[in-house]
């Protein structure tokens, strides 16, 4: 309910403002306060989005897909030089799970993002897949900053977050995505030696 609470007057302001976008573009002072305006309401309709997603039922389409191509296509959407972090997809590319592509995605590209945002200059990221009894493990392994064991336990916390920009909702949409899919979103990580992100799905053969 807060969420559409807040979400309808934000629509007025996003209109309104792409109306003083379109009537300002040759005064180049107002225009960019005007940009403002429209980046600031992308911002809070994105944590509104976010907070729906959290909340909402989760609808599952799944079907058999690459764990390789999904990492690959989470890859894509992110910002093309990824700050100078190697993304390298070591996935065997006959990894088959059963999933909901679009789902997974989501969370591939959640994980792919902190594990980016972790890193302060160049480092690298590297997504790695195996089997192990009923479950494929797809991990993501990072160069970052690493976390504490406090940090830790609160990471995939709605709300939870580190960052000067962050709903904190994230991660853990990601987890209940997991969830969802009868799989788990597991981590392990120390201070400045990097974190690896878990995700636990079961076998397709075994769904």
């Given at each position: 309910?807060?969420?559409?609470?807040?979400?309808?007057?934000?629509?007025?302001?996003?209109?309104?403002?792409?109306?003083?976008?379109?009537?300002?573009?040759?005064?180049?002072?107002?225009?960019?306060?005007?940009?403002?305006?429209?980046?600031?309401?992308?911002?809070?309709?994105?944590?509104?989005?976010?907070?729906?997603?959290?909340?909402?039922?989760?609808?599952?389409?799944?079907?058999?897909?690459?764990?390789?191509?999904?990492?690959?296509?989470?890859?894509?959407?992110?910002?093309?030089?990824n700050r100078g972090?190697?993304?390298?997809?070591?996935?065997?590319?006959?990894?088959?799970?059963?999933?909901?592509?679009?789902?997974?995605?989501?969370?591939?590209?959640?994980?792919?993002?902190?594990?980016?945002?972790?890193?302060?200059?160049?480092?690298?990221?590297?997504?790695?897949?195996?089997?192990?009894?009923?479950?494929?493990?797809?991990?993501?392994?990072?160069?970052?900053?690493?976390?504490?064991?406090?940090?830790?336990?609160?990471?995939?916390?709605?709300?939870?977050?580190?960052?000067?920009?962050?709903?904190?909702?994230?991660?853990?949409?990601?987890?209940?995505?997991?969830?969802?899919h009868g799989g788990?979103?597991?981590?392990?990580?120390?201070?400045?030696?990097?974190?690896?992100?878990?995700?636990l799905l079961p076998?397709?053969?075994?769904?």
């Amino acid at each position: 309910t807060v969420a559409h609470e807040i979400r309808n007057p934000l629509g007025g302001i996003r209109g309104f403002a792409a109306l003083l976008a379109r009537d300002l573009k040759q005064n180049e002072c107002l225009s960019r306060l005007v940009e403002k305006i429209l980046q600031g309401a992308k911002d809070l309709e994105r944590v509104v989005d976010e907070l729906l997603e959290f909340t909402r039922p989760i609808q599952l389409r799944l079907r058999s897909v690459g764990c390789a191509e999904l990492v690959d296509v989470a890859v894509t959407f992110l910002e093309p030089d990824n700050r100078g972090v190697e993304i390298r997809n070591c996935v065997d590319r006959t990894l088959l799970i059963l999933a909901d592509p679009e789902r997974m995605h989501q969370v591939f590209l959640n994980i792919l993002l902190n594990a980016v945002q972790s890193i302060q200059g160049s480092g690298q990221v590297i997504v790695t897949g195996e089997v192990r009894d009923d479950q494929v493990v797809i991990a993501f392994s990072d160069t970052g900053c690493g976390m504490t064991a406090e940090q830790m336990e609160q990471a995939f916390s709605p709300f939870y977050t580190t960052k000067e920009k962050g709903t904190g909702l994230g991660l853990a949409i990601a987890a209940k995505i997991v969830e969802s899919h009868g799989g788990q979103l597991d981590v392990t990580s120390q201070p400045g030696a990097g974190s690896t992100f878990y995700v636990l799905l079961p076998r397709a053969d075994k769904q």
